[in-house]
């Protein structure tokens, strides 16, 4: 119990002292040098992280302090119509692993180049997030509850992709500020024989309010925009196929307040190609009504998995806690409490605060 305490009060420390930093003289870890049309900006990402959650059977719990995130952030302009965009992370940092060893692997994840021909017309190329559906090219930095749905990135291990990334070429565009289109080619999983096809993605949202135009998906702006989003992507290489079908609501209320809602269906089928990914039917749903005046917003999030073969047990996930948005995504504090539940297993609990230090 007193180590749990400790940790506890330690990631609430981080939150405060980063509170303190960022009203006393602004973003001081933010730099943008500028010669030109040509700019770069440096920035990162911290998310320190507190993790209690009961063992298979149940009967006992292990506490972790770790980080979810580090990551280092850059980006900018080469041109007026091009642009770059690379960040390292560092995933689960000091996290204890099966093994007994702490957690620690810097990776590159996100490292590409676009250019926006016009906004109906944009090409990206490098290492870019595969739009799987809107939860799975969200943000980190924007996420609304304290993490990704659970199954959002099933095609990563099989696909050889790191964290929902993968190398390849894609082309998206808006049209008339409220058709959004993302066709792409990517190197997939090579390891398979010299003459296994390319992976192939397609993605579709309409807006019939106003779109979101950047790279990266939101979790929740709020009250900042109006968004209602509706969504379908397919995901293919040889037998493996990922369809599906998403809708995103994010829009002010009275007094500034907001209501952002998210429910996402991902069926994933490895077929012969990727055999370690059985069929099954995944689903996200999540909502938040977040409070303006008092910065806080509930939230709530339900994530599932069913398989469709027999002879697999389903598994489910669902957390409910509170985010107090002290500045918005650039610092907050979260904190849920969940259950795990698989079929012919005792549900697990799961409780989690993690502070979020966010600069870019």
Not at 53 to 67: H, I, R, Y
Not at 311 to 330: L, N, T
Request: charge should be positive.
């Amino acid at each position: 119990m007193m180590r749990s305490i400790l940790c506890l009060l330690s990631v609430g420390t981080f939150a405060l002292f980063c509170a303190q930093q960022t009203h006393a003289s602004g973003p001081p870890f933010k730099f943008t040098l500028n010669e030109g049309k040509t700019s770069v900006s440096l920035g990162f990402l911290a998310q320190p992280q507190f993790e209690s959650l009961e063992n298979a059977t149940g009967t006992d719990s292990a506490e972790n302090l770790f980080f979810r995130r580090i990551r280092f952030i850059a980006g900018g302009k080469i041109t007026s119509k091009l642009s770059f965009f690379a960040e390292s992370d560092n995933p689960n940092m000091g996290k204890k692993a099966a093994n007994g060893e702490r957690i620690n692997e810097f990776f590159l994840q996100d490292a590409y180049l676009s250019y926006a021909f016009r906004p109906e017309f944009q090409l990206d190329g490098g290492m870019i997030i595969v739009p799987v559906s809107h939860n799975t090219a969200q943000s980190a930095a924007t996420l609304l509850p304290v993490d990704f749905g659970t199954y959002c990135f099933m095609a990563s291990e099989p696909t050889r992709s790191k964290t929902g990334r993968d190398y390849g070429v894609q082309a998206r565009g808006y049209i008339n500020k409220h058709f959004e289109y993302r066709f792409g080619v990517f190197r997939g999983n090579t390891d398979l024989d010299s003459d296994f096809p390319f992976r192939y993605t397609a993605r579709i949202v309409w807006y019939p309010l106003e779109a979101e135009t950047g790279f990266f998906y939101t979790g929740t702006t709020h009250g900042q925009k109006k968004i209602v989003a509706l969504g379908a992507s397919f995901d293919r290489q040889g037998n493996y196929s990922a369809n599906s079908l998403d809708f995103f609501f994010d829009h002010p209320v009275k007094n500034g307040d907001a209501i952002t809602i998210q429910a996402d269906f991902i069926r994933y089928d490895g077929g012969t190609s990727f055999q370690t990914l059985p069929r099954q039917n995944d689903w996200l749903l999540e909502g938040s009504y977040y409070f303006r005046k008092v910065r806080l917003g509930p939230y709530a999030q339900f994530t599932s998995r069913d398989f469709i073969d027999p002879g697999s047990s389903d598994d489910s996930r669902v957390q409910g806690g509170i985010a107090y948005w002290i500045q918005k995504h650039r610092l907050n504090i979260k904190a849920g409490y969940g259950k795990l539940r698989k079929d012919h297993s005792p549900d697990r609990s799961q409780f989690v605060v993690q502070a979020q230090f966010f600069y870019y």
